[in-house]
């Protein structure tokens, strides 16, 4: 071979093997590390075996092997990541799946633990069921449950106690099914107009807390994994926040009620604003004071999505409570729909984000660490 | 048992060989009939080796380019004896009603 048709036979195997290390690069990155430097062997090998002459049917037929290789490499890279996906769903326990990271894994169970009992609790206090209960054994007229409930109260009330039951019974999955269908059934009983909107802020926060139950509930360990890091003294903090926060309220309503609409509803401005500050407490306590510090933040944030319309019910309660009766237009910043779903779904966004971010660049850095390592390929 | 994995196999019988010796034995022992290409071998190297059928053997440098060999493991070889086991008891059955016992299939 002369020195130019060298050059030209060294430059077009130079171009097929970038070709060929482009079209690699479609294989799973485990298997490229391991197989890619022995296949561009293969096939430039089996390229250069190719018997076809200089003629134009010489270069058509090595223009169809090409292609031919081409399309092999494809079909090869679709087959294993099909068989890869094909494994993965195999083994997929499904509503099994739990977020990768410790911490948030930590955290969602704490959560998991937490977020059925503020349902219950905000369920109790907002629908006033246990003032009903108390009512009647006391004998007190004040309240009635049959007055209590209307029929866009049904999915919060059934779904928030069934949600905690199902909890405790160490039922994960099908508790966080249930707080899904708590939320969409309020979701829904709140988009009939006749029923209570879901742009109150109260109905936000149920339906939000719900949601937050439901990914707590499917995506962590669970509330055993939960109770374990709350240690006895977090777990006798959030039963004993849940009675004072029930309590408070039965007694509140109950006792300082008068049951005469004219006079007003005293008890309720009065057991009102307490009963949140003591929510927000509770939260803040029990986050803060059983756990480490990485898992404490981050369940803060959790609940911060469910709490983030709280605040509006606080500032709209505080405000009719300095202010003036319920109802009025007092509050400072009147709550709207975007107001109430977007700031908690943008946290959403960021928590999911920020998680994903991290688990890049830790998968980043074990790569580089893997590479810095000796090389077994070497490439021509 | 599909034709180019029962081919794969057989080639790896014979001792350890890495994948351009597997696709030249394969093509040999097929008399030119099945000619693997790289993708479809890889794909068929990475799914016996998952399936504990054939693994890594030893690596060496050629012209500046990895060679891995592969051989059969214990496992490989009685899958393979199976297959052959299986397909000499359906070609004896077909050579007989064919009338041709006795006889070259």
Same mark, same amino acid.
């Given at each position: 071979?002369?020195?130019?048709?060298?050059?030209?036979?060294?430059?077009?195997?130079? =171009?097929?093997?970038?070709?060929?290390?482009?079209?690699?690069?479609?294989?799973?990155?485990?298997?490229?590390?391991?197989?890619?430097?022995?296949?561009?062997?293969?096939?430039?090998?089996?390229?250069?075996?190719?018997?076809?002459?200089?003629?134009?049917?010489?270069?058509?037929?090595?223009?169809?092997?090409?292609?031919?290789?081409?399309?092999?490499?494809?079909?090869?890279?679709?087959?294993?990541?099909? =068989?890869?996906?094909?494994?993965?769903?195999?083994?997929?326990?499904?509503?099994?799946?739990?977020?990768?990271?410790?911490?948030?894994?930590?955290?969602?169970?704490?959560?998991?633990?937490?977020?059925?009992?503020?349902?219950?609790?905000?369920?109790?206090?907002?629908?006033?069921?246990?003032?009903?209960?108390?009512?009647?054994?006391?004998?007190?007229?004040?309240?009635?449950?049959?007055?209590?409930?209307?029929?866009?109260?049904?999915?919060?009330?059934?779904?928030?106690?069934?949600?905690?039951?199902?909890?405790?019974?160490?039922?994960?999955?099908?508790?966080?099914?249930?707080?899904?269908?708590?939320?969409?059934?309020?979701?829904?009983?709140?988009?009939?107009?006749?029923?209570?909107?879901?742009?109150?802020?109260?109905?936000?926060?149920?339906?939000?807390?719900?949601?937050?139950?439901?990914?707590?509930?499917?995506?962590?360990?669970?509330?055993?994994?939960?109770?374990?890091?709350?240690?006895?003294?977090?777990?006798?903090?959030?039963?004993?926040?849940?009675?004072?926060?029930?309590?408070?309220?039965?007694?509140?309503?109950?006792?300082?009620?008068?049951?005469?609409?004219?006079?007003?509803?005293?008890?309720?401005?009065?057991?009102?604003?307490?009963?949140?500050?003591?929510?927000?407490?509770?939260?803040?306590?029990?986050?803060?004071?059983?756990?480490?510090?990485?898992?404490?933040? =981050?369940?803060?944030?959790?609940?911060?999505?469910?709490?983030?319309?709280?605040?509006?019910?606080?500032?709209?309660?505080?405000?009719?409570?300095?202010?003036?009766?319920?109802?009025?237009?007092?509050?400072?910043?009147?709550?709207?729909?975007?107001?109430?779903?977007?700031?908690?779904?943008?946290?959403?966004?960021?928590?999911?984000?920020?998680?994903?971010?991290?688990?890049?660049?830790?998968?980043?850095?074990?790569?580089?660490?893997?590479?810095?390592?000796?090389?077994?390929?070497?490439?021509? | 048992?599909?034709?180019?994995?029962?081919?794969?196999?057989?080639?790896?019988?014979?001792?350890?060989?890495?994948?351009?010796?597997?696709?030249?034995?394969?093509?040999?022992?097929?008399?030119?009939?099945?000619?693997?290409?790289?993708?479809?071998?890889?794909?068929?190297?990475?799914?016996?080796?998952?399936?504990?059928?054939?693994?890594?053997?030893?690596?060496?440098?050629?012209?500046?380019?990895?060679?891995?060999?592969?051989?059969?493991?214990?496992?490989?070889?009685?899958?393979?004896?199976?297959?052959?086991?299986?397909?000499?008891?359906?070609?004896?059955?077909?050579?007989?009603?064919?009338?041709?016992?006795?006889?070259?299939?």
């Amino acid at each position: 071979m002369t020195e130019r048709g060298w050059a030209a036979g060294a430059g077009t195997a130079h =171009r097929m093997e970038n070709w060929y290390r482009r079209l690699l690069t479609l294989y799973p990155k485990d298997h490229r590390r391991e197989h890619a430097e022995e296949m561009v062997g293969v096939l430039l090998a089996a390229a250069g075996q190719e018997q076809a002459g200089p003629s134009r049917a010489g270069r058509a037929q090595r223009l169809g092997q090409h292609a031919a290789d081409s399309a092999d490499l494809i079909g090869g890279a679709l087959r294993i990541r099909g =068989r890869m996906v094909l494994n993965r769903v195999k083994r997929t326990r499904w509503l099994a799946w739990t977020v990768r990271d410790e911490r948030w894994s930590d955290a969602l169970a704490v959560v998991s633990v937490v977020a059925p009992v503020l349902l219950l609790v905000a369920a109790l206090t907002e629908f006033r069921i246990s003032q009903a209960v108390a009512s009647s054994l006391t004998g007190h007229p004040h309240w009635r449950l049959s007055e209590t409930l209307t029929l866009a109260d049904l999915p919060m009330a059934a779904g928030a106690s069934g949600v905690t039951v199902l909890a405790f019974l160490r039922l994960r999955r099908l508790a966080g099914l249930g707080a899904l269908a708590t939320a969409i059934g309020q979701i829904a009983a709140g988009a009939v107009p006749a029923m209570a909107g879901y742009a109150s802020p109260a109905v936000a926060f149920t339906v939000l807390l719900s949601c937050t139950a439901a990914a707590a509930l499917l995506f962590s360990p669970g509330p055993d994994r939960g109770l374990a890091l709350l240690t006895r003294s977090g777990t006798a903090l959030v039963g004993v926040g849940a009675l004072i926060l029930g309590g408070f309220s039965v007694g509140g309503n109950v006792w300082f009620g008068t049951g005469d609409a004219d006079v007003g509803d005293f008890g309720g401005q009065v057991a009102g604003l307490p009963a949140d500050l003591l929510i927000a407490a509770v939260l803040v306590t029990v986050a803060a004071s059983c756990l480490r510090a990485a898992v404490s933040r =981050r369940v803060l944030a959790l609940l911060a999505i469910p709490v983030i319309p709280y605040v509006f019910l606080w500032q709209e309660k505080l405000a009719s409570d300095l202010f003036g009766p319920p109802g009025t237009t007092t509050a400072l910043i009147p709550s709207s729909i975007p107001l109430l779903y977007l700031p908690p779904l943008l946290l959403a966004c960021l928590i999911v984000a920020g998680t994903w971010l991290a688990r890049r660049r830790a998968t980043g850095r074990a790569d580089q660490v893997g590479s810095s390592g000796p090389r077994s390929a070497v490439s021509a | 048992m599909q034709e180019p994995t029962f081919l794969i196999l057989t080639a790896l019988a014979a001792g350890a060989q890495h994948g351009y010796g597997i696709m030249t034995d394969v093509a040999r022992i097929s008399d030119g009939r099945v000619r693997l290409r790289a993708g479809t071998l890889y794909a068929a190297l990475d799914r016996l080796k998952a399936d504990g059928l054939v693994t890594s053997d030893k690596e060496e440098i050629v012209d500046g380019r990895l060679r891995r060999y592969y051989r059969i493991t214990d496992e490989g070889a009685a899958e393979l004896a199976a297959e052959v086991r299986r397909l000499r008891a359906n070609t004896a059955v077909a050579a007989s009603r064919l009338g041709l016992a006795g006889g070259t299939v």
